[in-house]
């Protein structure tokens, strides 16, 4: 699937991954290939994803996920430090 993690500053990521986890709202949840449409609000914390150079970990402050036809767009209110 196709991840991109944009800030109202810049693109922080764009590509293909196979799994994401997100800080949502009432919980961690993760995303694969083919995943529902949902659209979620995010808390402060860890996004995870996995793409083919490895794992990676982004923290946010907050943001809105959302997936739909295999690609899922990540708009974060910033990036924690």
């Known amino acids: 699937m196709h991840l991109e993690i944009l800030t109202p500053e810049k693109k922080v990521f764009e590509g293909d991954v196979t799994i994401a986890t997100f800080p949502g709202a009432d919980g961690s ?3 694969m290939d083919h995943h529902a449409p949902l659209i979620s609000l995010l808390k402060e914390g860890i996004v995870e994803y ?8 982004i923290a946010v402050t907050g943001g809105v996920v959302e997936v ?3 690609k899922v767009i990540l708009l974060a209110d910033g990036i924690a430090a």
Not at 50 to 57: A, E, L
Request: proline fraction near 0%; glycine fraction near 14%.
């Open 29 to 31: 949840f993760q995303v």
């Open 50 to 57: 996995k793409g083919k150079d490895g794992s990676h970990q």
């Open 68 to 70: 739909l036809k295999n």
